[in-house]
């Protein structure tokens, strides 16, 4: 077997961490400084049943995330609606958002950002949603 290229990533060698306006969340920042990206950061996350983000959002940057498991709740702005595996979500930059785990067991998604959010707290603003 040959030695991994910078430029391949696997979760598992990927160090895990809590981040910043959630609960019950494991990240893996799987593109991002570390493979020379400078303008999109790609995570791996998982929330546990019942985890969530808390309102929030970030000025200057767009968010994606794409839920490959478990089903969520999610709030942007005003638009509320329902996440099944397999389906995209968008939140603008600036704008309010929340994600929370509905199904009882553990939602797995990929979060996109650009620019590079890194986890830098000048990057987020906290909100309250209904």
Known sequence: MSELSRFHIR???VAGFSPAN??????RRLIGPAVGAEKMEVLLGTLE???RALPHAHPGMEQACFLLRGTASV?????RFDMQPGEACFFPAGVPHLFTVTS????SLLVIYSPPYGED????TRHGLA
Do not use: F
């Open 104 to 107: 009882a067991e553990p939602a």
């Open 11 to 13: 979760p598992d060698d």
């Open 22 to 27: 959630h609960l019950g969340t494991i990240n």
């Open 75 to 79: 709030e942007v702005g005003e638009d």
């Open 121 to 124: 707290p000048s990057k987020v």
């Open 49 to 51: 049943a019942g985890g």
